[in-house]
């Protein structure tokens, strides 16, 4: 069985910074793509950033220039720096992992439990 687990998520002032971090844990032998989702209230959720095996990125428009993806292969955490944050930032951050496998040869596509991250003064 495999796990992501994030962490980070808090309050913060509007143009601030945040850094949240994703670790998959379990029986991993190997994590491929990454990405960051967000879900604010009423809406539906949407990818912030991802990155490929290969460290391709890919950012939405509204975050470009401000957030930055990174991953660590070796520790299986990817991380998501949010700099010049704004209120409409304000949402539950997901990490997902399309898939991972483990050492028993068995694919899982994860989904973290979510962390908050709220913008606001």
């Known amino acids: 069985q495999v796990q992501l687990v994030e962490s980070g998520g808090r309050l913060v002032q509007p143009g601030g910074s945040l850094t949240l971090s994703c670790v998959a844990s379990g029986n991993v032998f190997s994590v491929y793509a990454m990405g960051w989702y967000r879900q604010a209230p009423g809406k539906q959720r949407e990818l912030v950033a991802s990155i490929t095996s290969g460290g391709r990125l890919n950012y939405t428009d509204s975050v470009k220039g401000r957030f930055t993806i990174s991953k660590d292969d070796a520790k299986n955490t990817v991380a998501l720096q949010m700099n010049s944050l704004k209120p409409e930032d304000t949402a539950v951050y997901y990490c997902?992992?399309?898939?991972?496998?483990?050492?028993?040869?068995?694919?899982?596509?994860?989904w973290g439990q979510g962390t908050q991250v709220t913008v606001s003064s």
């Open positions: 997902h992992a399309p898939m991972i496998v483990t050492t028993t040869n068995i694919e899982y596509d994860c």
